[in-house]
T-cell receptor
């Protein structure tokens, strides 16, 4: 009963490096999204998807890319990491729309030095 | 930037006290949601509100969807130690969920 799985749990990057944060869900949910959480800022939406092949920008998309080639997976790519991207990243999924319960992964804590 | 104003930012209360927090927005939302986040975990849904004026309870938690669809409140009665955490309001509009900045609840021994 995995739910939403994020990998890795922790990551340290050097400025300028690229990497992909993985998110997979096994609930056949159509809706998936990525958030970043910073102290005092709550959860800010980076990118979201309402189904395979469909993605859109959220509140803070700059510096991040996403793709949704399958229903299950929604990877988040950092093209050239910057210290401002140090944060905790959460992936979430929901069945038909965000009116139903969104299930969150346990988060990826990223530090960019 | 953030479209939801959540208050208070933090609360320090004694065990057994009631808690009240609220969320306001300049925009209308179709659904209001309240989540709780424990340390090191992702947020978990507490209550979902779908209609203006709706009042919903979940155990010791009660939440209401404001008549104007621009605000919501969450009450916790008779707080217990496991209520400690961060509470987020969230609004659903245009296929997106927008979160407030959270209310951090501390319970004094």
């Amino acid at each position: 009963n995995a739910g939403v799985t994020q990998t890795p749990k922790f990551q340290v990057l050097k400025t300028g490096q690229s990497m992909t944060l993985q998110c997979a869900q096994d609930m056949n949910h159509e809706y998936m999204s990525w958030y970043r959480q910073d102290p005092g800022m709550g959860l800010r939406l980076i990118h979201y998807s309402v189904g395979a092949g469909i993605t859109d920008q959220g509140e803070v998309p700059n510096g991040y890319n996403v793709s949704r080639s399958t229903t299950e997976d929604f990877p988040l790519r950092l093209l050239s990491a910057a210290p401002s991207q140090t944060s905790v990243y959460f992936c979430a999924s929901s069945s038909e729309s965000w009116n139903t319960e969104a299930f969150f992964g346990q988060g990826t804590r990223l530090t960019v030095v | 930037g953030q479209q939801l104003n959540q208050s208070p930012q933090s609360m320090f209360i004694q065990e057994g006290e009631d808690v009240s927090m609220n969320c306001t927005s300049s925009s209308i939302f179709n659904t209001w949601l309240w989540y709780k986040q424990d340390p090191g975990e992702g947020p978990v849904l507490l209550i979902a509100l779908y209609k203006a004026g709706e009042l919903t309870s979940n155990g010791r938690l009660t939440a209401q969807f404001g008549i104007t669809r621009k605000d919501s409140f969450l009450n916790i009665s008779a707080s217990i130690p496991s209520d400690v955490g961060i509470y987020f309001c969230a609004g659903n509009r245009d296929d997106k969920i927008i979160f407030g900045k959270g209310t951090r609840l501390h319970i004094l021994p």
